[in-house]
């Protein structure tokens, strides 16, 4: 084996695709994720939703007719106009002016507009970010049974947010909105039970999570889908069962779960449960890749690097690598480091750092 396959023998393992010998012939097995890992990643402020916050029987297709009745003090034209600023459907998306009209719709007890104005005060969207008040607003919508509201609040209770953590009560919100048929609470609830947590009392219970990933899964929750499909792949509380796994997979990747798109790719690349095709896993490596996942640009990059795949070029390589040592993925910048740019003239080296400025200016929209 020459150096460079050797280097990129590493990043293949530490992205989990990886082979004994980089042929065709010899995949490697997958090792079992760390379903408490995966249970216990922290939600990030971005993965709460808030645009479920707003019903489409809400939003006003007449803004002339409705901002008349507005100013007259008519509540429901008040939440109409406020909910339509809000996603910007007939007029330009204008928080400010969202919440100038939720406001005054909430002053009158309308759960809709305070489970809006709650979800703006929790991400900052026309309004100073304030967890306090975005507590305060969503308990009121969540205690008229409210559900986006119900599973806003259960996600605060989990991380944390304008109220003490607390596992119990995030489970009582999410619960709540769960069984109104929330997928993301469900989602949610599918989490903490699939690791548990024994500091908040919460025991694992990975029936429990599966009843809850299956109801949401089956409402094409694509989070659901992709973490139901790795307890399918690994009989996680269940048989293990390939086909149900790639099913789940596909499901969450076709609409962009850069997770199950990662999946996908490290399943094609190593033959494990598809045939093995070098072609399909850079392609799944590149979806993934686009949407910022550094796994994925170390596993594109690699195959650029040996022409696996895709035609065998330095410059993608160095590009797709750096990207992802940029995320502090240390595979990726050991191959730079140890070996691409040894192989890369001074000119190829140039070009590359010009791709990979354009990518990230681009956002990953300019990346080729």
């Not at 790719?265 to 996942?293: H, I, T």
Request: glycine share 10%; with cysteine; hydrophobic share 40%.
């Amino acid at each position: 084996m020459g150096i460079l396959k050797a280097l990129v023998l590493i990043i293949l393992v530490i992205s989990n695709i990886g082979c004994t010998n980089l042929q065709p012939t010899s995949p490697a097995p997958f090792t079992e994720p760390n379903f408490k890992a995966i249970g216990h990643r922290p939600i990030k402020l971005s993965e709460i939703p808030v645009g479920v916050a707003v019903s489409k029987d809400v939003i006003s297709n007449d803004i002339n007719e409705i901002l008349k009745l507005a100013e007259t003090g008519n509540t429901d034209a008040q939440l109409k106009l406020g909910a339509t600023y809000f996603v910007g459907k007939g007029v330009p998306q204008d928080y400010n002016e969202a919440a100038k009209w939720l406001k005054l719709s909430v002053a009158q007890g309308d759960k809709t507009a305070q489970s809006m104005l709650g979800a703006m005060y929790l991400k900052g969207l026309g309004v100073p970010q304030d967890y306090n008040e975005a507590a305060k607003w969503l308990k009121l919508s969540a205690a008229q049974g409210h559900k986006p509201a119900q599973g806003m609040l259960g996600a605060m209770y989990q991380k944390g947010l304008g109220v003490p953590k607390d596992y119990s009560e995030a489970i009582k919100w999410y619960r709540l909105a769960a069984v109104q048929g929330d997928s993301d609470a469900q989602s949610s609830l599918g989490m903490i039970y699939l690791s548990g947590n024994t500091e908040q009392g919460v025991p694992e219970d990975t029936n429990e999570a599966f009843k809850w990933f299956k109801l949401s899964a089956d409402q094409g929750n694509p989070r659901s889908q992709s973490t139901l499909g790795l307890m399918y792949k690994f009989g996680k509380g269940m048989a293990q069962d390939y086909n149900q796994a790639i099913k789940l997979f596909r499901l969450a990747a076709v609409q962009g779960h850069k997770p199950a798109q990662l999946m996908l790719g490290k399943m094609s690349a190593n033959g494990d449960g598809v045939p093995q095709d070098y072609n399909v896993a850079a392609e799944w490596f590149r979806l993934a890749a686009v949407q910022g996942d550094s796994d994925a640009q170390a596993a594109l990059g690699s195959l650029y690097a040996i022409g696996k795949g895709v035609p065998q070029d330095y410059v993608l390589a160095y590009m797709w690598l750096v990207l992802a040592s940029k995320q502090d993925n240390a595979g990726a910048q050991q191959i730079v480091i140890d070996f691409i740019m040894k192989k890369m003239t001074p000119e190829q080296v140039a070009q590359a750092q010009a791709k990979l400025k354009v990518c990230l200016t681009a956002n990953y929209k300019d990346c080729h």
